[in-house]
């Protein structure tokens, strides 16, 4: 459903996009990108000795895709026509490592609606980043700031 107002989300509403999986490639480009090098990254040996015993991706790098997973439901789910900006993300939480080779997906709801004057509103989500195992590893909120239906 093609979303272009405000008015267009309900409390309550919940999504969940396709599964997407992480690649050591996902990791080294990311590392690349940001300068994180840790080497719970990107040092298998160093990685085999941690608390984790393998390399981890780095938890923005889950974040990112995880968010970023929403457009999957289709360019007028994650966000709506009438998107004027990202407001903000709160309650960031990293819950479970995620390794090379699992699988995420994402499940939102639309937690909070709020009118901000007679044009613009806020829509807020909060989000599960989701495993294979059904083991959440990431939450956080979201808003939006968007248009809203002409009277």
């Known amino acids: 459903m093609a979303r272009a107002y405000y008015e267009d ?10 599964g997407r999986t992480i690649t050591e490639a996902d990791i080294v480009n990311f590392a690349g990108l940001t300068g994180d090098w840790h080497p719970i990254h990107t040092d298998t040996t160093f990685a085999a000795e941690s608390a984790f015993g393998e390399r981890i991706a780095h938890g923005m790098l889950v974040l990112s895709i995880g968010m970023s997973l929403a457009f999957r439901l289709g360019p007028y789910e994650a966000l709506p026509q009438s998107f004027i900006a990202f407001y903000g993300m709160e309650s960031v939480r990293f819950t479970a490592p995620v390794v090379i080779g699992d699988t995420i997906h994402l499940e939102t709801e639309i937690a909070q609606l709020e009118e901000k ?35």
């Open 9 to 18: 989300y309900e409390i309550g509403e919940k999504r969940t996009t396709p």
């Open 117 to 151: 004057d007679a044009s613009r509103g806020v829509v807020t989500t909060n989000n599960h980043v989701v495993n294979q195992n059904n083991e959440t590893v990431c939450v956080f909120s979201t808003k939006i700031l968007c248009g809203r239906s002409p009277v």
